[in-house]
């Protein structure tokens, strides 16, 4: 365990699951890729993600960290883990911001630790932002959310 | 054209209230500038030098009297009497307060409209051919693609915090009159065997680094169009640089990886996207398709041929080809798919006006043309005109008379008065040098010669900054004004378009102050018209006699 990083519990401002949170740091990509019993992983905006997929059962939480929200790789990184069927927790963490909590969230992400707490009912407005959405994301392959054209055609 | 169904409504809806709220943040000072920064280009709120600047979006270029009454009345109301309309169709209002901004998004979701993503490092409001829906020579009306793709990119999830801004354009015809190859991604609309798909140009763009768009897929079946364009942005938001603003657009990824690389990997994650599964379903783009069916045409009996305009011209004694009426007939029409009709093109380019602003009446008079003679719909053109889509030969004449009256009649469509500038250092804060009042002299200069007409087509083109928003790279002739220690000073170049026969420009040499810039145009079209073979525009003929001799012109032997 070379490196123990990332947030703690005690951390997670916002969290959208019901089961017990992993209670230890994470770990980068590349040593995950060595260790076979990491079970919590950090990705930066510059790492694959698909890196991880060859091992994502044993995975409980993936951090994607946003130096800065106007990095946009975390949100690909989100999809892709959630297209490829990962269920454990995944956490936005860094520079989380009122106004990317809902795409974040459409995105997959089911946890937010922001490295400076966020008004708590200016966060609740922005999660509920959208009542529809257009696209399919990983909110969509969740049952009982419908794009607004799978509603217009009743799909 | 389009309507909004309460989906839709409720979308720009939930955008304005969202706006209010983050304005309100940011007056509370929970919002840093900074932070506020990425939020209010996403709703098209720019600072410029001497105020804000709202760009309200006009997808693919399409509006109705009514939208362009709504547009009128910000004009009058927020601004001061006018609007500017630009080269990614859509209109600019110089001179707004913070304060009002949500309140005029209001004003605009009212009317079916609104600003989002019309700044910002997102995807932008999607362009398209100004003639779609009636131009004789498109395959289809590449519109419904182009709505399709708008409600994809509205909020896009993963698509927010690109590298850097994104444009696409969509095209169905051969002719090319939107400059799609110099975009982020261009499509062109096109039949194979009967079957509707897309063409895929990724990596086009000006800005400093001007690239023309190589083909990445020849064909990409209709009902996959928006998963090829999901799997073409996440490559790119994925591995476009981020460390350099200057090297962050998606030409400089398609660059340095090759075409055919980029092509590689967004053909991985175009199968990918398919086993997911994230395009809508099929009978969304007949839904859409259907809102852009061809409005009610009169039977060709009981309307006009231009041989029918031409006669009646014969029998007049005073008319005059060369003249007012018959001159704006000959210059502003384009020919339409329906016998009988064509599309008549509104220059916003008056001789010494600044090229592409409408006054609050302008836009009224526009709106009530629309209504009357052209099915309700407007057009505006990247050229920073306006256009009546669909009208009546027979009623030509009584367009004309109202739009001469309002000073919207200059004959000028293609001429070297058609002038393309950026607003340049009269409004922007990226500006190094002034791009209007250039515009304003060389089309007054030809004008007053009467070497527009000689000159024939010449497409003239003005940027203020490197960044190219005039197109200087895409024009025949193309003007870049540059600092030269603290002084304006302007470069010539030569041989670029934007059409189907796309290319960029080169620099003639050293540049010009503005006297000097105003004097080497004249010298550029004094060896045109010395060299000229018969019927040759003047792109052709500096591509069948290349730069040497207008160097020699401009600089001596």
């Not at chain 2, 169904?5 to 720009?12: C, K, R, S, T």
Request: charged fraction near 25%.
């Amino acid at each position: 365990m070379a490196d123990n990083l990332g947030t703690s519990p005690d951390e997670v401002q916002f969290r959208f699951r019901d089961d017990e949170p992993v209670d230890h740091g994470t770990v980068t990509v590349d040593s995950a890729l060595e260790q076979t019993n990491a079970n919590a992983v950090r990705i930066e905006p510059g790492d694959d993600a698909r890196l991880l997929l060859a091992f994502l059962d044993r995975l409980a939480l993936v951090e994607v960290n946003f130096p800065s929200f106007t990095d946009g790789r975390g949100y690909s990184a989100a999809r892709i883990l959630r297209e490829a069927g990962y269920t454990g927790e995944l956490r936005a963490v860094g520079e989380v911001l009122i106004d990317q909590l809902s795409h974040m969230r459409r995105c997959g992400f089911d946890s937010f630790a922001p490295d400076k707490r966020l008004d708590e009912e200016d966060a609740a407005r922005a999660f509920a932002t959208w009542e529809s959405v257009y696209q399919r994301a990983a909110d969509t392959q969740m049952p009982g959310r419908r794009t607004i054209a799978d509603k217009r055609h009743g799909a | 054209m389009y309507k909004y169904d309460e989906y839709d409504q409720a979308m720009v809806d939930a955008r304005v209230a969202e706006f209010r709220d983050q304005a309100r943040r940011r007056m509370e000072g929970k919002l840093t500038e900074d932070q506020f920064k990425p939020l209010r280009l996403m709703n098209g709120l720019y600072l410029q030098l001497h105020a804000y600047m709202l760009r309200v979006a006009i997808p693919y270029g399409t509006l109705n009297s009514r939208q362009m009454e709504a547009l009128a009345d910000i004009a009058e109301k927020y601004d001061r009497g006018y609007g500017h309309f630009t080269t990614r169709q859509n209109i600019q209002y110089n001179w707004i307060r913070l304060e009002d901004a949500a309140d005029i998004l209001a004003d605009l979701a009212r009317h079916e409209m609104h600003a989002i993503q019309t700044s910002g490092n997102c995807i932008r409001n999607i362009s398209s051919d100004h003639f779609a829906g009636a131009a004789a020579d498109e395959v289809v009306d590449p519109r419904p693609y182009a709505e399709l793709l708008r409600q994809w990119s509205s909020f896009h999830p993963e698509f927010t915090h690109l590298p850097r801004k994104f444009k696409f354009c969509v095209i169905a015809a051969e002719k090319d009159r939107a400059a799609m190859r110099l975009h982020d991604i261009g499509i062109r609309i096109v039949k194979r065997d009967g079957a509707v798909g897309a063409q895929f140009y990724v990596g086009g763009g000006m800005g400093r680094t001007p690239m023309i768009a190589p083909l990445i897929r020849d064909f990409v079946a209709v009902d996959q169009l928006i998963t090829y364009a999901e799997a073409a942005l996440r490559v790119y938001n994925r591995y476009g640089r981020r460390d350099n603003k200057y090297k962050a657009r998606i030409k400089i990824l398609v660059h340095e990886l090759g075409a055919a690389e980029y092509t590689r990997q967004v053909e991985e994650e175009f199968a990918h996207l398919l086993s997911v599964g994230v395009e809508p379903p099929r009978e969304e783009l007949a839904r859409i398709a259907e809102f852009f069916s061809n409005p009610p045409f009169r039977h060709p009996s009981e309307s006009w041929d231009l041989e029918q305009l031409q006669s009646m011209a014969a029998g007049d004694p005073s008319f005059r080809w060369d003249d007012g009426f018959g001159l704006w007939v000959r210059r502003n029409t384009h020919q339409h798919r329906a016998p009988g009709y064509v599309s008549a093109i509104i220059s916003l380019k008056p001789v010494g006006g600044i090229p592409g602003d409408a006054t609050a009446d302008q836009m009224r008079i526009l709106a009530k043309l629309a209504r009357e003679y052209s099915f309700d719909e407007l057009r505006v053109m990247h050229t920073q005109n306006l256009l009546l889509p669909h009208v009546r030969i027979a009623d030509l004449p009584a367009i004309w008379t109202a739009l001469d009256a309002a000073g919207l009649a200059a004959p000028n469509m293609d001429t070297i008065e058609d002038i393309i500038a950026c607003p340049g250092l009269d409004y922007c804060s990226l500006a190094n040098a002034r791009s209007i009042p250039l515009a304003q002299r060389i089309s007054e200069r030809f004008a007053a010669s009467g070497r527009t007409e000689v000159v024939g087509e010449l497409k003239l083109k003005i940027s203020g900054c490197i960044n190219a928003c005039g197109h200087h790279h895409a024009g025949h002739i193309g003007i870049l004004g540059v600092d030269r220690k603290g002084k304006e000073n302007f470069q010539l170049s030569l041989g670029g378009s934007e059409a189907e026969d796309v290319s960029l420009a080169k620099i003639t040499g050293p540049g010009f102050d503005e006297d000097g810039v105003v004097a080497a145009v004249e010298t550029v079209t004094d060896v045109y018209l010395g060299a000229r073979a018969d019927g040759e525009r003047f792109i052709d003929t500096y591509r069948r006699i290349g730069m040497e001799p207008f160097k020699e012109a401009l600089y001596g032997g």
